[in-house]
């Protein structure tokens, strides 16, 4: 896998982003972490989850906690529903 073109300035600034760039891009593309929009813990979950289901490494303490603030405020959870809005529809 190689980065496509990504750079770390093209995500909100913020402490960690750097890190948490080139930790994530190590396996994927950045563009799909900044699609998702949720919370401290569930992100929490997902980084457990890639651990345990594609044998990422399992990073832990301060290290998960920097990935963990960087993504939680960058990419926070959103109740705006994704995808295809109608236009039509009441609000």
Not at 19 to 39: L, P
Not at 42 to 57: F, G, I, N, S, Y
């Amino acid at each position: 896998f190689e980065p496509r073109d990504e750079t770390p300035e093209q995500y909100p600034p913020g402490p960690n982003r750097d890190d948490t760039f080139y930790f994530c891009v190590a396996c994927h593309s950045f563009q799909i972490v900044a699609q998702q929009r949720m919370s401290r813990s569930r992100w929490d979950d997902v980084l457990t989850w890639m651990t345990e289901r594609h044998k990422m490494p399992d990073v832990q303490g301060e290290e998960r906690d920097k990935i963990l603030d960087y993504l939680s405020t960058a990419f926070p959870e959103t109740t705006q529903p994704r995808g295809w809005k109608n236009p039509f529809a009441p609000k």
